[in-house]
């Protein structure tokens, strides 16, 4: 039984650390992307106020999202052997408020998985990235470049940078990011379960990296 949340700042490859170690422990995996879209699919009232946010690209408010997250983590037997969770809490009170909501069900969070990594390095990594303008494949210029620049290997669609990769916002999200962080990894590491790895290697390593750091060999 392990239940896990994920924290870092973008860029840092939280989403794929977390899928690959709840394929390891072989529980369920949600981004907050994912419960979203997954709760839209239904017709319940919670999925119609959820709607007016996303729908307009607007940031959904905390109690929306805490509702959301509610659905999720208690009515699925899916969540017997635990859970990963990346992209909240995103700040201490979300912290709090989460943990409050599993302590009312006899639950507790085994480990905060914090991903550190350089901010030049971080920047570097998300300014690299380029999406396919086609069908949304995602490359990166440095780690995983196309064949022919510019054009996507799939469809031949050009290749662009989304405007949130630009440099400015890269390091705008970066700063927004550092700012909520620290008083979250000082709750965590005051709760005692806080387990700060390195990011900045290769995802297999990070990986193993994060292995050790549960006990999982
Ligand atoms: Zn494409």
Redesign the pocket.
């Known amino acids: 039984m392990m239940r896990l949340v994920f924290l870092g700042p973008p860029g840092v490859g939280k989403g794929t650390q977390a899928e690959f170690v709840a394929k390891e422990l072989k529980i369920p995996h949600y981004s907050t992307g994912d419960i979203f879209r997954k709760i839209l699919k239904d017709s319940s009232s919670l999925s119609k106020e959820l709607a007016k946010f996303v729908n307009t690209g607007e940031l959904v408010p905390d109690d929306i999202v805490f509702e959301t997250l509610k659905e999720t983590l208690f009515t699925s037997k899916a969540n017997n052997n635990g859970w990963v969770l990346d992209g909240y809490p995103r700040n201490k009170a979300q912290a709090e408020m989460l943990d409050n909501l599993l302590a009312n069900n006899n639950e507790k969070i085994d480990y905060a998985i914090y991903l550190s990594a350089d901010r030049e390095i971080l920047a570097q990594r998300l300014s690299s990235r380029r999406v ?1 303008s ?2 949304g ?1 995602i490359y990166n210029l440095a780690m995983n470049p196309p064949k022919r620049e510019g054009i ?1 290997d ?2 031949r ?1 050009k290749l662009i940078q989304r405007k949130d990769d630009k440099i400015e916002t890269v390091l705008k999200r970066i700063f927004i990011f550092e700012k909520e962080f620290s008083p979250l990894k000082e709750y965590y590491e005051s709760r005692g379960i806080l387990l700060v790895i390195n990011g900045e290697g290769t995802t297999k390593e990070v990986f193993n990296q994060i292995k050790k750091g549960l006990n999982l060999g």
Do not use: A, D
Request: net charge neutral; glycine share 12%.
């Open positions: 396919c086609e069908c494949t996507c799939k469809c669609g």
